[in-house]
Structure formats: C-alpha cells, structure tokens
C-alpha cells in the first residue's frame, strides 16, 4: 500500500530525510517503484528532458494528465506526486479542476510552485482533499519572467520573503515543500522552522530530503547538467554505444 503525503511530516518528526526523483513513463515508474523512494515526481522538467522545450513554461494540462495516467500504471507502491503546469492555478477554482483532473489521472498529490500568491488555490486543492506540495526559492515557470536561473535568498528581502512563504504554505497544511535553487543558510533556517519536511535541490544538504531529476542522476540528458547534480551513471553513452553495435552489426 501506498504511504499517504500526510505521512511526510511523521517522517520529518522521526529524523528520517525523504529521497525522491522524477519519472516520466511506465517503465521508469515501474523501475523505481521498489527503490525505496519517498514519491515519484511527474515534474514539469519533462517539457525540457523528454519533450525538448527550452523550459518548462510551455507543458499543458494535457502533457500532465498523459504522463501522469503513464507513471501512475507503473507505480504501485511509491506516491505519484504531479505538477500543476504553468497558467494551471491562475484562480482557485481553475487550480481545484485541474488538481482534480491530475488525481483521476492517478496522482497520488500536485504540486504547486509559488507562495502567498497563490496561497487561495492552495487552500482550495486542500479543502478538496487533495494533498499538495509547495515549490519556492527558483520558480521555473518564471524563469523567462526572471531572465534564468539565479539563486533566491542571498540578499534580506528574498530571504524573509521566502520564510514567511514557507511558514504559509506548512500553517496550510501541504505534504513538504520543495526548495529549488535556495542560498543553503537560508533553506537551512526554513527546514529548521516549518514542521513540514522540506525537499531540496541545489539547495544544500540540511533540507530534509532531496529531489533531483532523474535524468541528471543518470546522465540522460547530456547537453545540460546542474552544476549542483551529481551525476551516478553515464546511460547516454551507454545507449550510444549500444546502438552503434547494432548499426554495426546488421551493416557488417
Ligand atoms: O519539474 C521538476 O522536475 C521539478 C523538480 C526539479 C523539483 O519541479
């Protein structure tokens, strides 16, 4: 059986750090369904790693709920966790159907990117008994808005904003909170106050868990790499090397 979101704080509680990653598709899901992950994450990086967009502004609902219904098939025993696209939750009632529609697609919970602003959607999702999870620091559906990807809460007024974000969405109830591209003394200074279990990337190592993409994990996608990922397996030149034997082989 599947271990309820609302299970991550009990974790948070007990000290133990939530490991999870993204997934995609069927195989993928049904690969990592018995790693020991704490959700496997539909994220919205799939418009760049599997769809070819520059960034994840331009993935839909429809590009969600397909790859959602995919790893949901694949994931028995690990929660499915699905991001709400970019325009997805511009108004409480449009953010609850889509959330609605992700959960018939098989998500176990959404996640959201924002804080405060987006605060009434939150709360809505959650009234509605769908679990969610909140993303702050380095916002990737703004990153054409922001001109890139920088680091949040380096200087006094991004790091009390993102605090007092954080402290928002943990008093609304959301599963963890995942904190993308935050100066590490202040994700540290997060982690420390909200009684949700928080998920970093590139954020340090004193969140409470991790997320990477699993394409940087294992070297899938080789024509960009996180400067904070570390990757484990090299399967790209894994997959050229396979194939450049078969050519080989059936043109011998
Ligand atoms: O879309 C995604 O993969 C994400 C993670 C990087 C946190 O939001």
Known sequence: MKPPISSFRKSKLEGRRLATLTAYDYPTARLLDD??????LVGDSLGMVVLGHPDTTQVTMADMIHHTKAVARGAAL?????DMPAGSCEAPDLALENARQLRQAGADAVKIEGGREILPAIERILADGIPAIGHLGMLPQQVVVEGGYHIKGRNDAEAERLQADA?????????????????????EAISRTVSCPTIGIGSGDTCDGNIL????LIGLFPWFRPKFATPRADVSAEILRAVHEYVAAVTR
């Open 213 to 216: 993409v699993l394409h940087d």
């Open 167 to 187: 402290a928002a969405l943990d008093n609304a109830g959301v599963g963890a909170i995942v904190l993308e591209l935050v100066h590490p003394p202040i994700a």
């Open 35 to 40: 790693c020991g992950l704490d959700f496997l």
């Open 78 to 82: 690990t929660p499915v966790v699905s």
